[in-house]
């Protein structure tokens, strides 16, 4: 079973920038897709972004233009460079791997914006 493992959160003002990492135990292109959702308070999970094993790259509409998917396939390790935060953007942000019958998941980090 694959081991995710997220960092690079923190507390930012609005406007500024963070970027997530995400490293994986084994190759990351055995996944149909690698993920980011992220949860706020009291709220459901969100998807926020993917990139499937082609290179193929998804995002909400809410962080569209701002946020941005990679990998390092020689790292095995999943970004997001997030950019212009907003408080709305506040919550754990949590890296998934995908196949066709599972979901992997990993701890998540804190993002937390405001003034």
């Known amino acids: 079973q694959v081991q995710l493992a997220e960092s690079g959160g923190g507390l930012v003002q609005p406007g500024e920038s963070l970027r997530l990492s995400c490293a994986a135990s084994?190759?990351?292109?055995?996944?149909?897709?690698m993920n980011w959702y992220r949860q706020a308070p009291g709220k459901e999970r969100e998807w926020v972004a993917s990139i499937n094993v082609g290179g193929r790259i998804n995002y909400a509409e809410s962080v569209k233009g701002r946020f941005t998917i990679s990998r390092d396939g020689t790292k095995n390790t999943v970004y997001l460079q997030m950019n212009s935060l907003e408080p709305e953007d506040t919550g754990v942000y949590y890296c998934?791997?995908?196949?066709?019958?599972?979901?992997?998941w990993g701890q998540g980090t804190q993002v937390t914006v405001s003034s």
């Open positions: 084994d190759n990351i292109f055995m996944y149909n897709d």
């Open positions: 998934n791997a995908r196949t066709l019958s599972r979901h992997y």
